[in-house]
């Protein structure tokens, strides 16, 4: 199964088609039989264990809030999607960003508008993502993904006051 990694957790497996992870797993898309997907996922969200997908460990983040869905596909199939509030979140403190890096950083303003209370023009997103801390993220399964990092309000505040002539033509 070219497109699939054998997921493991106790002595149970199922298939993995795609995760997303950093120090923590944020996404992981689960195939296997009703029972093994069942097993996997509780080791994951309950017990807080980790998992293994061919061998990298699958961490759970216990500050993030763990969502899932499942979908019995045909009577021996089931697909189980887990993800973090960190990929869903449009407001996330430190969001999980998926596309080019290009792309991320475009819909990364979108985020940082969301989550200060200072205003902010879409024309200053070049100049403020000089001051983001982009992290590639491990994947399989899906493009690309990335973990922002913001600056703190002050530190925000600091840049545009700072940069306010340059800003203003940008704007």
């Known amino acids: 199964m070219k497109n699939y990694k054998n997921v493991k957790f106790g002595g149970t497996n199922c298939f993995c088609d795609a995760f997303i992870m950093d120090e923590h797993t944020h996404f992981i898309s689960l195939y296997g039989s009703q029972e093994s997907v069942k097993a996997i996922t509780a080791g994951f969200l309950i017990e807080k264990n980790v998992i293994t997908c061919d061998e990298i460990p699958l961490k759970r983040d216990d500050g993030a809030s763990y969502f899932r ?6 009577r021996a199939l089931s ?10 979140s449009s407001a996330a403190k430190y969001p999980i960003i998926m596309g080019s890096y290009d792309e991320a950083v475009q819909k990364s303003f979108t985020v940082l508008d969301r989550i200060t209370d200072i205003p902010l023009l879409p024309g200053w997103i070049n100049d403020l993502s000089t001051l983001f801390t982009v992290k590639e993220c491990q994947v399989f399964g899906i493009e690309k993904a990335f973990r922002f990092v913001f600056p703190e309000d002050d530190e925000l505040v600091a840049f545009l006051k700072e940069n306010r002539h340059r800003l203003a033509l940008a704007a």
């Open 79 to 88: 697909h189980t999607i887990i993800f973090s509030s960190e990929i869903i």
């Open 69 to 74: 869905r499942q979908v019995q596909l045909s």
